[in-house]
């Protein structure tokens, strides 16, 4: 069984960082792409960022260039999201997903951050 | 960077109804096309992808179609479980897959 677990998430003041993890076991991590999302309370889901199944490409939205960085280590079996430069428009619920044929297969159950002073 | 646009945003229906949600890509996305159910304090599952393309273990009573830039979900026979948000998703763009805005579907 796919299994996805965030952790991380917290309450930061703006400006400061966060990393989040995502551990994951039942299938070949090294082998699937992963990705981010995130769900801003009361609001749709936004695809934050993406990372090839080796580490060697990465993909982030407008919104978080430049301040996030997606990672991942494969002999762990984890997926990383450091974020920095927090802003109060960051505060969501962050989900990892699994890709697979080209939509995000499986989810975790989220980890939420809150920017706030 | 490619837009996603769904309508309508907001749905009423009653159990028993046939239910289509459209969506809209601003550029060809070809048949790269997902959609997904979410309730409330739940993680998104995925209902359909490449279109129209049925998830294992969804019920057949949902079906998508379309190709290009126009896409519909359709829900045959609205059941009482099928109240929730769906969104679309392009996947065309490597690995930065922008979703539709969601369409929350209520019971009237």
């Known amino acids: 069984e796919v299994q996805l677990l965030e952790s991380g998430g917290g309450l930061v003041q703006p400006g400061g960082s966060l990393r989040l993890s995502c551990a994951t076991s039942?299938?070949?991590?090294?082998?699937?792409?992963m990705s981010w999302v995130r769900q801003a309370p009361g609001k749709g889901l936004e695809w934050v960022s993406g990372?090839?199944?080796?580490?060697?490409?990465?993909y982030y939205a407008d919104s978080v260039k430049g301040r996030f960085t997606i990672s991942r280590d494969n002999s762990k079996n984890t997926l990383y999201l450091q974020m920095n430069s927090l802003r109060a428009e960051d505060t969501a619920v962050y989900y990892c997903?699994?890709?697979?044929?080209?939509?995000?297969?499986?989810w975790g159950q989220g980890t939420l951050v809150t920017v706030s002073s | 960077d490619i837009q996603m646009t769904q309508s309508p945003s907001s749905l009423s229906a009653s159990v028993g109804d046939r239910v289509t949600i459209t969506c809209r890509a601003s550029?060809?996305?070809?048949?790269?096309l997902n959609w997904y159910q979410q309730k409330p304090g739940k993680a998104p599952k995925v209902l359909i992808y490449?279109?129209?393309t049925l998830q294992s273990g969804v019920p057949s009573r949902f079906s998508g179609s379309g190709s290009g830039t126009d896409f519909t979900l359709t829900i045959s026979s609205l059941q009482p479980e099928d109240f929730a948000t769906y969104y679309c998703?392009?996947?065309?763009?490597?690995?930065?897959?922008?979703f539709g805005q969601g369409t929350k579907l209520e019971i009237k």
């Open positions: 997903a699994k890709v697979s044929s080209t939509m995000a297969a499986s």
């Open positions: 039942g299938f070949i991590f090294s082998t699937y792409a």
């Open positions: 990372i090839g199944a080796t580490g060697g490409t990465t």
């Open positions: 550029q060809s996305i070809s048949n790269y």
């Open positions: 490449a279109a129209s």
């Open positions: 998703q392009q996947s065309y763009s490597t690995l930065i897959y922008t």
